[in-house]
Structure formats: C-alpha cells, structure tokens
C-alpha cells in the first residue's frame, strides 16, 4: 500500500492486517474481501443508506472482492416487490454494480430452521408462549436481572413439535415465539433470551404461504453472512451491543461439530452512520410522509430517498463524494445538510452546460432598436456552453426588441450597492447588449409590468464598447440574464427546499411533523425559458440516468422533471448557486 496508515480509515486497516495474516486467504483471492448491503424491502433505500453502499461497495472494489446485494426479507407483512425493485435501481444508479445475483434471506429460510432445530436439540433454544408483552416485562432492566420464562424447560420434543407446529401454521400470529435459551442476568439485555422466530400469517413476496414463521434480525443476520461467506460484515454503531449476539448464534451451530462441518465465521464491523441535519432517517416516518399525503410519493424531491433526489437532480457521484468528505469512524456526528449540497454543485458546476431562464418575468422593451425601421428584426448571438469548458462550443440565442428579464433585476428606487437595472442605470445582457433604463411603466397597484431601455449598438455580445477618443473605456458593473420574448417556451419550475425547518426534526416536540416546513415547495408557472431547453442538444452531456441537467445562469441548478412533456417542461431546482439556507438562518 502506498498511502500510509494514518491516511486509511479503519475498516481498511482492519482489512489490510486480515491480507497479511491470511485470515481469509490468499492475498489476490477474491474470497479475502467478500462484503454485503442487507436491505429490508419495505420502503425505498434513503440518504443514510449511501454511505453503507459506497462504503461496502468501495471496499470490494478497492481489494478485489465480491460485494453482495441481499434483501433482508424476514416480515412478509411490511415488504413488497415495489421496494425490492426500487432498490435495486437505486443501487444501480449509485453504481455500486452487486456481483452475482440477487441474494435473498428467503433463500435460506430452509437451512436456518434447521439450524434452530439443531440449537433445541442442543438445549439452547425454546418455544415460549408468553405474550410480547410479558416477555417484554419478564426481560428486566440494566439494573435488574430478567425472569425465566415458565416455558423455558420445556423438554426437547416438545419444542421440537411446538416448533414444527409453528412453521405450519397450527397457531394465531403472536401466540408462540422460538427463544434462544442464553443468560437472563446478561448485562447485555440482547443476551437474555432473545427472541429467534415469530409467527406471522401472511403471504410473503416471494415464497407466498409456504412459511408461517418468520427469523428475527439478529438470528438471520448472521447466518445469512455465513452462507455467503461474507468475511467483513459491515454495521452502523447501533447493532455494537448485538455483535456478542451475532457471534453466540454461530458459536452456538458450531458447538459440537467438527472442524470440516463448523460454518463460516464472519466478522461484524461498526462503523458510524450518515445523518444529515433537517432530515429524519426513520422509514416508519418516511411511510408516514407518503400515506398521509404530506409528500407526493416516495420519489418527491423533498424525501430524502436516494429516488428522490435522483429525481431533484442530484448525481450520483456526489453521493460517493459525501461518503468519502464524511469518512469512516467510530464516531457518530450530526453532519449539516449544507455538505452535501455543496457536494452536488461542485459536481454539476463541472458538468453542467449553463441556459437562461426567467423565473418571475417582466418585460424589458428597447425602444431604440427599430430606429432604423427594423424593430422586429431578431439578431443571432452566441450563449455560451460553459465558461470553463470552451470545448463545450456555443449555442443560438435570438436577441430581439422585446425581452423577458427577472422581476428582482430591476428596483424603481434602487440603493446604491445595486448593481443592477434602476431608472438612469446600465447594465450588460448576458450574450447581447448594453441597455440602459430611461422609463418604466406599472400597474394600478404600482406593480412594474415594463422596463424601457435604449441599447449601444456598439457592445454586442456583451462586449465593452471601444475607447472614445480619450482613450476612455465606459465600463458597467452589472450583468443579468434574459429571454426573448418572441421565442420564449412558458415552463413550470418547481423550487424544492428543506422537508424540515427544524436541524433535529421532532426534538422538541416529539413530533416531526410539527417540524414541516410549510415553503418546502414553490411552484413557478409562468417561467420563460430557452427553446433550446425543450429537446437535448448535441452538446448536453451524456448522463447515464438520463437527467437533462442545467444551471439556470444566475439562479441554480435545474433538471428536467420526468412530469415534463414537449407541450408543457417541467423542472426541479436540485440546488441553490451558493448556500443560501446558511445564509438565511
């Protein structure tokens, strides 16, 4: 390795000690590295989720590995196909490509009740008939020890047929529960006893009703990594107090069995997860958003889903970019929402080819520009592509008499920090002319409907005039963007903001939806726009997820909303230019 120790989180210390001692094999081996993402198929994947993908992904990636896609699909009542196939395009469109097929919990349900009838035989598991609720109250607390379940000496063919009985679906949901037989005076309150199967009477996705108990996490969990061989088994901090539980599950199968026969051992690893401020990682409360309508699906640009913010316009490679800012540790921290916009707009600024719209449109008219009896000619100028990329080339815009510019561009009583349109001021249009404003006409309630200007026939393009004859260079401090209004498409553009106004949504209430943040949406629908933004352009880049990207020149980044048609575009703000929301509070 080149990088030094200091410069390699962790995980890959961890991981590059493992190489060295050939603990999973031979360096070059893929099985040295072999990772794992275990999504449960009842929602869509969310922010959070990013950084364990790029993280188990990078690894087997960086080693030579094998990295797993496996869906944690233990409880047929909460998971549907919708989320296992959204999942995985999500995990696609990261790029975090999976080796193999899709794996499946489902695919070992046969073994691992095989293995629980092995650990009643060994005495180290029972069927317990007690309610959730006593077994919840018999568990104790830090400071005092749990109660043994009644049931937990129940003889070996009892649990034996009560189990079987279980699986086939002799008895009602929650009436019996399989326990591993461990410690009710275990300081870790995971140890005393914990539950290994339930039933649950419902159609599962895939296996339909062939099954009628269904594994907890903790005991699938590590089983399902055996099988496949996982060597490192990567977690956030949370699962810390479970990973004795982990390991007494496998230590539990291998006890008595001979070398050959004992099963893969993996190594569970935390690491600290991604939470971002103003946002709420619970799925139970994203589920709520969407069945309550305070959202418009699982993929509105507001949710923190990776689906919405693909569709907000977000990239992928600022996902891995956070990920990478944020680092590996073992430290959890509140990390500001701001770090990953500015993820996103170093991406797109890069990227993303530059146009001109109006949002809040007023009319700006230069009456000089038919002096010579030509008012309705329309002359070509050159938009340029992108400033830093002159390869990008230029694009054909229509400069004509009457054009679209921004309502805040221009103030009847300007201050004098304004460097932009105000009666008796100058200005330079992007790509065009020099104007300048001479009269303005308003509305019965004083509301600007237009701007009058003359132009200097000598700045096209933008350009500063040439010197007069003292060597003189007229210069002008502002430049604001426009449309022609001839050729102007009308667009609506939906200006998305933070879901919540609070950095901690619910904390002081206990309530996150007191935390909503009412101007999370805007919606514009009378926007002017290019005609070129209507259809791609040769020089558009070629994203591979299919997202017209653009910066709006002197607004923000923009994509094309997949609501948009040739009659009518949609588009979403992805991000601000610069971080107004810091700025604001």
Not at 4 to 10: P, V
Not at 99 to 104: H, K
Request: hydrophobic share 30%; glycine share 8%; proline share 5%.
């Amino acid at each position: 390795m080149t990088e030094s120790t200091e410069a390699r989180h962790f995980i890959q210390q961890i991981i590059d000690a493992d190489i060295e001692s050939g603990k999973w094999g031979q360096p070059g081996d893929q099985s040295v590295v072999t990772t794992r993402f275990p999504p449960e198929p009842n929602g869509y994947l969310h922010l959070g989720h990013t950084k364990a993908i790029c993280l188990c992904c990078g690894l087997a990636r960086e080693f030579g590995g094998r990295f797993n896609l496996r869906f944690d699909d233990t409880n047929p009542a909460k998971e549907e196909q919708e989320f296992v196939d959204s999942i995985k395009g999500d995990i696609e469109w990261l790029g975090a490509q999976w080796d193999g097929e899709v794996l499946f919990a489902s695919d070992y349900f046969e073994q691992m009740y095989e293995w629980a009838r092995e650990l009643i035989t060994k005495g180290m598991a029972y069927v317990d008939d007690q309610t959730v609720e006593q077994i919840r109250a018999g568990r104790g607390n830090t400071k005092a020890p749990g109660e043994h379940s009644p049931f937990r000496d129940r003889s070996v063919e009892e649990n034996l047929d009560l189990f079987e009985r279980m699986k086939n679906g002799e008895f009602e949901n929650g009436s019996k529960v399989l326990r591993a037989k461990i410690d009710m005076n275990s300081g870790n309150m995971n140890l005393r006893d914990p539950l290994m199967y339930r039933i649950v009477n419902a159609t599962h996705h895939r296996t339909g009703d062939t099954w009628h108990i269904y594994p907890m996490y903790d005991w699938a969990h590590g089983l399902e990594d055996s099988i496949e061989g996982v060597t490192h088994s990567l977690c956030t901090l949370e699962f810390e107090d479970h990973r004795p539980l982990y390991d007494w599950f496998i230590n539990a199968i291998n006890e008595g069995r001979a070398g050959g026969s004992k099963i893969h051992h993996s190594q569970q690893i935390e690491f600290s997860r991604l939470a971002l401020s103003y946002t709420n990682m619970s799925k139970r409360y994203m589920r709520q958003l969407v069945e309550e309508n305070h959202v418009h699906g699982w993929d509105d640009p507001r949710m923190i889903t990776v689906a919405g913010f693909r569709r907000r316009g977000y990239t992928p490679e600022s996902f891995w970019m956070l990920s990478e800012d944020v680092g590996i540790t073992k430290f959890n921290a509140l990390v500001d929402f701001s770090r990953l916009e500015n993820m996103v707009r170093e991406d797109l600024n890069t990227k993303a080819p530059r146009r001109m719209a109006v949002l809040d449109p007023i009319k700006l008219v230069i009456t000089n520009w038919g002096e010579q009896g030509d008012e309705d000619r329309v002359e070509p100028v050159d938009g340029v592509n992108h400033p830093k990329d002159e390869s990008r080339g230029t694009r054909p815009l229509s400069f004509g008499r009457e054009l679209w510019i921004e309502r805040e561009d221009f103030m009847i009583d300007p201050p004098k920090k304004f460097f932009r349109l105000g009666p008796d001021r100058e200005v330079r249009l992007r790509c065009g002319y020099w104007v300048k404003c001479h009269d303005f006409k308003t509305d019965a309630d004083g509301k600007v409907t237009e701007v009058h200007c003359t132009y200097d026939p000598l700045t096209k393009g933008g350009n500063n005039p040439p010197a007069d004859g003292e060597g003189k260079v007229r210069k002008v401090k502002g430049t604001i963007h426009w449309v022609n209004a001839d050729e102007a498409v009308d667009a609506e553009v939906r200006m998305f903001d933070r879901l919540y106004n609070a950095e901690r949504p619910g904390k002081e209430t206990g309530n996150h939806l007191d935390d909503l943040n009412p101007d999370s949406l805007a919606v514009v629908t009378n926007a002017k726009i290019e005609p070129g933004l209507v259809e791609r352009t040769e020089d558009e880049p070629d994203w591979k997820d299919g997202i017209r990207r653009f910066q709006f020149e002197r607004i923000g980044y923009f994509c094309v909303d997949t609501d948009s048609t040739s009659e009518k575009m949609v588009f979403n703000r992805t991000a601000t230019l610069r971080d107004s929301w810091t700025k604001k509070q």
